[in-house]
Nanobody, 125 residues
Framework: EVQLVESGGGLVQAGGSLRLSCAAS????????IGWFRQAPGKEREGVSS????????SSADSVKGRFIISRDNAKNTVYLQMNSLKPEDTAVYYC??????????????????WGQGTQVTVSS
């Protein structure tokens, strides 16, 4: 059974940093992608960053490029999202998700099969 567990959220001042972790279990091979998404109150869920667990290639939304870094540790089946220079508009619940039918990074919500429970990130001004 595939399970995804996020951790690392919290409250931080603008300009600060947080590192989110997504621990994945239940995978037999590394032929899948992990994505980070976020949803702010009253807004639709949006893609933040994605990584191929196969070759480590990544993709990120323009709004976070240069500030957020996604990485993986295949030995631990864990994906990290290092968030730097945080802004109040980054405040949201952050979710990680796994796409079993693709091995390239993608932020198309429709291809993701499993989702974590989410972790709250709040950035104060």
């Amino acid at each position: 059974e595939v399970q995804l567990v996020e951790s690392g959220g919290g409250l931080v001042q603008a300009g600060g940093s947080l590192r989110l972790s997504c621990a994945a279990s239940g995978f037999t091979y590394n032929n899948y992608a992990i994505g980070w998404f976020r949803q702010a109150p009253g807004k639709e869920r949006e893609g933040v960053s994605s990584i191929s667990m196969s070759d480590g290639s990544t993709s990120s939304a323009d709004s976070v490029k240069g500030r957020f870094i996604i990485s993986r540790d295949n030995a631990k089946n864990t994906v990290y999202l290092q968030m730097n220079s945080l802004k109040p508009e980054d405040t949201a619940v952050y979710y990680c998700a796994a796409a079993l039918r693709v091995i390239i990074p993608t932020m198309d919500l429709g291809v993701y099969d499993y989702w974590g429970q989410g972790t709250q990130v709040t950035v104060s001004s």
